[in-house]
């Protein structure tokens, strides 16, 4: 089992391109079906809740209701483990703090730059690779 923290703008991607064979749209698929266990707090889920309810990636409220429902009942409820770590943007600093309170664990994000170099901070086509491995 593969616990992660999957970044918003991977989630987003997935549901706005029309490409299922793109690498968001297969981690997304991959959560789903229990290949990936996402792991999450309550500001995790308020971000996800307010940047998906964007009218303009029209994104329905059916999926994105499902979406939360699944993480909440599936996923993994974990607390930051507080790091001393400069963030480009102090929003990211939660799901890089989430992802370290389970070990080997990953977190998946389209922005690899915004995060410290880490080994379990991994791009999406990264996460199918070592769910290859698996």
């Given at each position: 089992?593969?616990?992660?923290?999957?970044?918003?703008?991977?989630?987003?991607?997935?549901?706005?391109?029309?490409?299922?064979?793109a690498a968001?749209?297969?981690?997304?698929?991959?959560?789903?079906?229990?290949?990936?266990?996402?792991?999450?707090?309550?500001?995790?889920?308020?971000?996800?809740?307010?940047?998906?309810?964007?009218?303009?990636?029209?994104?329905?409220?059916?999926?994105?209701?499902?979406?939360f429902?699944?993480?909440?009942?599936?996923?993994?409820?974990?607390?930051?483990?507080?790091?001393?770590?400069?963030?480009?943007?102090?929003?990211?600093?939660?799901?890089?703090e989430?992802?370290?309170?389970?070990?080997?664990?990953?977190l998946?994000?389209?922005?690899l730059?915004?995060?410290?170099?880490?080994?379990?901070?991994?791009?999406?086509?990264?996460?199918?690779?070592?769910?290859?491995?698996?």
């Amino acid at each position: 089992m593969i616990y992660a923290v999957i970044d918003t703008n991977v989630l987003v991607s997935a549901y706005i391109t029309h490409n299922v064979e793109a690498a968001t749209s297969k981690v997304v698929d991959y959560l789903l079906h229990g290949k990936i266990t996402p792991m999450y707090n309550d500001e995790m889920m308020a971000e996800y809740e307010e940047v998906l309810s964007r009218t303009h990636f029209h994104i329905s409220p059916l999926k994105r209701q499902n979406l939360f429902e699944y993480i909440r009942q599936k996923g993994v409820a974990a607390e930051r483990v507080s790091v001393d770590t400069l963030f480009t943007d102090e929003s990211d600093r939660v799901f890089y703090e989430v992802a370290l309170s389970e070990e080997d664990s990953f977190l998946v994000t389209g922005n690899l730059k915004h995060f410290p170099i880490d080994p379990r901070v991994v791009t999406p086509a990264q996460m199918l690779e070592i769910l290859g491995e698996e």
